[in-house]
């Protein structure tokens, strides 16, 4: 197969899911190699596939030679351009440079959520979460993403945050699982959106495999 896409822990690996998920979601075929994370091959591992020693990483061997793509909205792109028709961004212009907004967001930004909320698809930690929640900074991502996914559901009237799958529902899909780890509450429609994500067949597989993972890295 021509691509291949390097993942760490699915468990853990926030941005491995992103990539993995848009992928799955646009019917692109790929091969994936797991390297779990923490371990002593771990970079050793990692530094053979991807120049930054981090994942994800997509290896595409068609392409005119070997071309590695790093980073995960780069990841995304890529694959949209070459092998999905850009049918991973909303057709209609307006809609499409929101969704580019929100995942650029995504992407740079909600730090605090970040370290307090870490990924951890096995594990529940409402108390956890509600001390985060007391801090000022978790408290305002979490806001943020719940206008932003409000807004957004608003004006496409859904299913999803731009009507159809796009890569900004594959960017936002390790919150849902955070949120569901955490104990986030949500208004009736974030949740309802919460609960169409996870009950997406690919996002099922991944949370499947997580759940058998055998590594454990505590509080990574």
């Known amino acids: ?30 091969d994936e190699i797991r390297i779990p994370l923490d371990q002593p091959d771990t970079k050793a591992g990692i530094r053979r596939r991807s120049p930054t020693g981090k994942v994800p990483c997509l290896i595409d061997a068609g392409a005119g030679g070997r071309l590695t793509v790093w980073d995960s909205l780069a990841i995304c792109e890529y694959v949209n351009e070459a ?5 991973m961004w909303p057709a209609e212009r307006t809609a499409r440079a929101r969704a580019r907004s929100v995942v650029a967001e995504m992407h740079s930004g909600f730090a605090p959520l970040r370290q307090h909320m ?13 001390a985060a929640l007391a801090r000022e900074d978790v408290a ?27 890569i900004a529902d594959a960017f936002y899909a390790p919150v849902v699982m955070r949120f569901i780890t955490y104990g986030v509450e949500l208004a009736p429609a974030l949740a309802a959106y919460r609960d169409r994500i996870v009950a997406l067949p690919p996002m099922q597989q991944w949370i499947a495999e997580a759940t058998a993972e055998v590594e454990d890295l505590g509080d990574h």
Do not use: C, H
């Open 1 to 30: 197969m021509a691509l291949t896409l390097v993942i760490g822990n699915k468990n853990y690996s926030s941005w491995s899911l992103r990539p993995w998920l848009a992928m799955k979601m646009a019917g692109v075929d790929f």
């Open 118 to 130: 870490s990924m951890d698809i096995r594990a529940r930690k409402a108390e956890r979460g509600a």
């Open 140 to 166: 305002a991502d979490v806001a943020r993403i719940r206008a932003l996914w409000f807004d957004a559901l608003m004006q496409s009237s859904g299913p999803l945050l731009f009507g159809e799958f796009s």
């Open 83 to 87: 092998y999905a028709g850009g049918r």
